[in-house]
Structure formats: structure tokens, C-alpha cells
């Protein structure tokens, strides 16, 4: 079975950057690659998700033009460049993997164990 393995939280300073990975074990080419994160208290969401290709992304209103998705297919990597981070950024970041289907990324059907980001 394919596994998704985030690495690269921490504890940072409000304004400072942080870069996740999300590390397959298997093929993603196929499929949308996508980062969630839960705050303590509140319900998961989405934070940016990206296409097989890479042509389609999407982001959350709150990170847009602080936070950059990419990935890399030749090595089943997916990463979230997080800049000018506030500490409402603070909680545990998820990698995903979800069916491209007709345009659009499905529902995630595939997790990580998730990473925390801790925004202070």
C-alpha cells in the first residue's frame, strides 16, 4: 500500500517560513496531491491542492500569497512552501492524495500522519 510521510514542521516565530515535504511510497503522478491542517478545536481543512500535472492548484483564501504548493513526480514528492506565517497557521499539517476526476480533485482519499506547525 502507498504511504504519505510529511516531514519538515517545527516551532517558528510569526513571519518566519517553514517547508513541508510529503514523501510517497508509491506512484502519485495520477493524482492530486493536496495539504490539509487541523487546529487544536477545530474541524480539518484544506489548504492548497494541486493537480496531477501541476496546471490546476487551488488554495485556501487565508494562504494565498503566503503559502506555494509544488511537487515533484519523478520522486513521489510534494511540498508546501509556508511563508509569512501567523499563528493562526498553528496546527497539524496533513499531506493527501485524491482522484483527479473530469478537472477537478476529489475528496482525499489517502492521508499522512501529519506534521505540526507551531506559529508563535
Known amino acids: 500500500d502507498v504511504q504519505l510521510v510529511e516531514s519538515g514542521g517545527g516551532s517558528v516565530q510569526a513571519g518566519g517560513s517553514l517547508r513541508l515535504s510529503c514523501a510517497a511510497s508509491?506512484?502519485?503522478?495520477?493524482?492530486?496531491m493536496g495539504w490539509y491542517r487541523q487546529a487544536p478545536g477545530k474541524e480539518r481543512e484544506g489548504v492548497a491542492r494541486?493537480?496531477?500535472?501541476?496546471?490546476?492548484?487551488y488554495y485556501a483564501d487565508s494562504v494565498k500569497g503566503r503559502f506555494t504548493i509544488s511537487r515533484d513526480n519523478a520522486k513521489q514528492m510534494a511540498y508546501l512552501q509556508m511563508n509569512s506565517l501567523k499563528p493562526e497557521d498553528t496546527g497539524v499539517y496533513y499531506c493527501?492524495?485524491?482522484?483527479?476526476?473530469?478537472?477537478?480533485?476529489?475528496?482525499?482519499?489517502?492521508w499522512g500522519q501529519g506534521t505540526q506547525v507551531t506559529v508563535s
Open positions: 494541486m493537480s496531477p500535472g501541476g496546471s490546476v492548484i
Open positions: 508509491g506512484y502519485t503522478g495520477s493524482y492530486c
Open positions: 493527501a492524495e485524491a482522484d483527479w476526476d473530469r478537472g477537478t480533485c476529489d475528496a482525499a482519499f489517502l
